[in-house]
């Protein structure tokens, strides 16, 4: 066998074993061209191959569909075993073969690459990833084999210890999941946006974004991961494609944008020649299987060309003194800026490290958010022409009314999904860190999701205030838990902003009462939220006085700040929806503009009272009061579990849900758990089938899923078609959809009990080990009858 020499071997030391480090520098690498060499001509050492150092951190091949060898030695000079993780080449390299041979000429081979379907990858990853394991002492020659079709091509080398990789592995599904949860979000909405108000604007935009992230998510290899893990055509031209379309409805939406068929005819002309482009290199690459290796340079400098014609056009509006929107002009210079250097880097010109390769998605991330901004503008600039004609914009505006309530209920659902995930694996690594800053860090990561959700929440009541459909829920809960809840997350934002927060009560602990904890929730997190918001320097007082007379309670609420206070004259129009006293408020402080009018509508709807006093720059005091019916006996639910720890004593939970993610989030939540086994099922035939074959004790259920809901689950649960001895199993239901029609509707069909996305781990151990106790006692009590 071909011995290498010194230089190209990496030793591990005892005293310096690295969590990640690229042994680049220790690897040479041989290019066959097109001429595919078998490992026993690389290793015979009959012949001198050309094979030339690798330096740097990345190794940029540039485009390329040549074959490639590489070739390192690695040596394990510890008396322990190691077991490393080494990252090689693009995630969508087509072919990826490591030879790892021994002292004994043994040869181990891991392949991977996507021209393998997935599951045939010796490593069961995104990345092409390869698992180097080394016996105390042993030194392994490695070789490895390259071939991709045309595209970018780097040759990291990383060595990642076990560790290092199950670390990287969550962040990157964290920071990942926001990125593409956004893109998604936002290509739904405008998708919508373009079906409410029939502007074409709209569906190129929504179109460019999902094509866009379509090649990101092909280049990250998740597309070959979770959508197309197969070797065929398409999910192999996947990156090409994907590239091709999104260039073609950037160009369209700019057109409209720009207007640069009214205001530049002959630049609009130049903008033909480029589709024409575009379809030639989609057809050439569908007829000529050769043409693939050009394709990606010229869609490069296809893209730069079009990014040449809406610099000119914007030139042109600029130079003619004619207004253009400020947020789409940041938009394209920060995409400008993001496709130069990775064009300047596909080429080999810009110097390329960790940081530039990873600056497409903050490029991408960043410009969309412009963008979106400036289609939000757009969306009020084509309201204010509507209007001029009265009875085409009455109709429309009945048509939004419905589109937007559809929207609003969907985007709730979108949005409380991935959050849940994002609030669960945040909750799940502050547990399991020690470190401060991550704790800090997924402290801020559950107050902006938290946020969030009362932005949502506040948006859906607006929607029913204006239709007259908001109501109450009426339910017994501990007063005392609410208001304490309330009062630690205001004390930590307080902190973060250098307020000191002053909480007092005179409320009795145990008092239970009747009323929507919820609405309740929303009115003092409002208020307090608007307090802490305005107020820079100074205190935040929280009191609550209670006052019982016979079964009644007085609840009053006093919030107090030192912030920046309210003009006599805005007290009177602080409760009118979009109100924040002035406009340079609400792009100094944010919001909405919607929260107060929601705290009046809620208050009303309770038959209560609101009062606010305020001295400009000396603070306001806002006092609420509302009656509240009081719960005089009341029984504790009896529980067999432990209250002070997390154990179901060997019960087998079944968790009902299609989103991978949740799923991940909530089985993690629960394995971690004490005796406690979990189950999963991606839709209601699944949960049948296994509840068939398995001894289930609870079920926890998602409603949305395909080819069989959380509705019709539930009911064929209850009328036994899971098996006669599972119908009074405990159905528990963990749904997005917070509409009180919802909840209703779950009830009347059998389940046990209900709990919202995002799921908190405290309130679903009591639900869970309070269904399984009642569900106990009820089988007693039928033995005993």
């Known amino acids: 066998m071909c011995l290498l020499t010194a230089k190209a071997q990496y030793e591990f030391r005892e005293e310096n074993l690295p969590e990640e480090v690229s042994i680049l520098n220790f690897a040479s690498i041989l290019n066959t061209g097109s001429e595919v060499l078998p490992l026993s001509k690389i290793i015979d050492g009959k012949q001198t191959l050309p094979f030339k150092p690798l330096s740097g951190q990345l190794g940029n091949l540039g485009f390329t569909s ?7 030695q690695i040596k394990n000079t510890l008396k322990t075993p190691l077991v490393y ?40 990853n995104r990345k092409t990833l390869f698992k180097i394991e080394l016996n105390g002492g042993e030194t392994k ?39 593409y949860g956004i893109l998604a979000f936002i290509a739904i909405t405008y998708f919508f946006f373009y079906f409410a108000i029939k502007e074409i604007s709209f569906l190129y935009y929504s179109l460019y974004v999902l094509f866009v992230g379509l090649c990101q998510f092909a280049l990250d290899g998740f597309y070959h991961q979770y959508i197309g893990t197969g070797n065929s055509w398409f999910n192999l031209h996947i990156v090409i494609i994907s590239a091709i379309f999104s260039c073609f409805f950037f160009g369209k939406y700019s057109e409209i944008i720009l207007e640069i068929k009214r205001k530049n005819q ?76 990775a064009v300047l880097m596909n080429f080999g010109v810009f110097p390329e490290n960790f940081f530039t390769d990873n600056i497409t998605k903050l490029g991408i991330g960043l410009e969309i958010m412009a963008l979106s901004l400036s289609m939000a503008n757009r969306i009020g600039i084509l309201r204010n022409r509507k209007e001029e004609l009265q009875n085409i914009a009455l109709q429309k505006s009945e048509e939004m009314n419905d589109m937007k309530s559809y929207f609003l209920s969907n985007m709730s659902h979108e949005l409380r999904t991935p959050l849940n995930a994002i609030l669960g694996l945040a909750a799940i690594m502050e547990k399991e860190s020690n470190d401060p800053k991550v704790i800090a860090n997924c402290e801020i990561i559950k107050y902006s999701s938290h946020g969030l959700i009362s932005s949502v929440n506040d948006i ?17 809960f501990i007063l005392h ?38 609405r309740l929730e929303q009115i003092i997190y409002n208020v307090l939220g608007n307090a802490i918001k305005f107020t820079s320097k100074g205190n935040i007082n929280l009191e609550i006085v209670a006052e019982a007379e016979q079964n009644m309670l007085l609840l009053k609420i006093i919030i107090k700040d030192t912030g920046i206070g309210i003009e006599k004259e805005k007290l009177e129009t602080i409760f009118d929806l979009f109100s924040q006293t002035n406009f340079n408020n609400k792009r100094k402080h944010g919001g909405f503009g919607i929260g107060l009018s929601i705290v009046k509508a809620l208050t009303d709807l309770h038959k209560g009272e609101i009062k606010i006093q305020s001295e400009l720059n ?53 394995e971690d758990w004490e005796n406690t086994t979990v189950t999963l099922a991606d839709n209601g035939a699944e949960c049948l089938e296994t509840m068939k074959t398995k001894d289930i004790d609870l079920v926890l259920m998602d409603l949305q899923m395909p080819v069989m809901d959380g509705y019709e689950a539930i009911s064929s649960i209850r009328n036994g078609l899971a098996g006669i001895n599972k119908i009074s199993v405990p159905i528990i239901v963990l749904t997005a959809d917070i509409t009180k029609a919802t909840k209703d509707r ?3 069909i059998g389940a046990t009990d209900y709990m919202n996305k995002p799921v908190e781990e405290e309130i679903l151990y009591k639900k869970i080990t309070t269904a399984l106790s009642a569900h106990h006692q009820s089988n007693i009590d039928l033995r005993i009858a």
């Open 460 to 476: 859906l009541d607006f929607s029913k205030i204006e239709k007259g459909e908001l109501e109450l829920d009426k339910s017994e």
């Open 481 to 518: 838990e609410l208001l304490n809840k309330l009062a630690i997350s205001a004390e930590k934002q307080s902190h973060n902003k250098g307020l000191k927060f002053n909480f007092y009560s005179s409320l009795d602990k145990e008092m239970v009462i009747i009323g929507d904890p919820i």
């Open 66 to 72: 040549n074959n490639f060898w590489v070739k390192f």
């Open 85 to 124: 993780y080494l990252q090689t080449a693009e995630p969508v390299t087509d072919n990826a073969n490591l030879f790892l041979i021994d002292a004994n000429n043994t040869t181990q081979i891991q392949r991977s690459g996507d021209n393998l379907d997935f599951s045939q990858r010796s490593l069961k």
């Open 618 to 670: 000396e603070g306001t005091t806002c006092e609420i009061e509302i009656k509240y019916p009081i719960q005089e006996s009341v029984k504790k639910p009896i529980t067999m579990y432990p209250e002070d720890d997390y154990d179901l004593m060997g019960k087998n939970i079944l968790v009902v849900e299609d989103n991978p993610m949740n799923q991940m989030i909530v089985q993690m939540m629960l």
């Open 266 to 341: 002959r630049i609009h002309k130049l903008f033909n020649p480029l589709y024409i482009a575009l379809g030639v290199v989609l057809v050439g690459i569908i007829i000529f299987p050769f043409f693939l290796k050009y394709s990606y340079p010229i869609i490069n400098i296809l893209t730069l060309f079009g990014l040449i014609l809406i610099f000119a056009s914007i030139a042109v509006i600029i130079y003619k003194k004619k207004p253009i929107d400020l947020f789409y002009t940041i938009g394209i210079a920060i995409l400008a800026l993001t496709i130069i250097m």
């Open 141 to 179: 020659s490695a070789f490895l084999e390259l071939k991709n079709d045309g595209e970018k091509n780097t040759l990291p080398l990383l060595l990642i210890s076990q560790e290092r990789f199950l670390e990287t592995t969550y962040s990157d599904q964290l920071i990942m999941g926001i990125f």
């Open 746 to 748: 779950i009830f009347n």
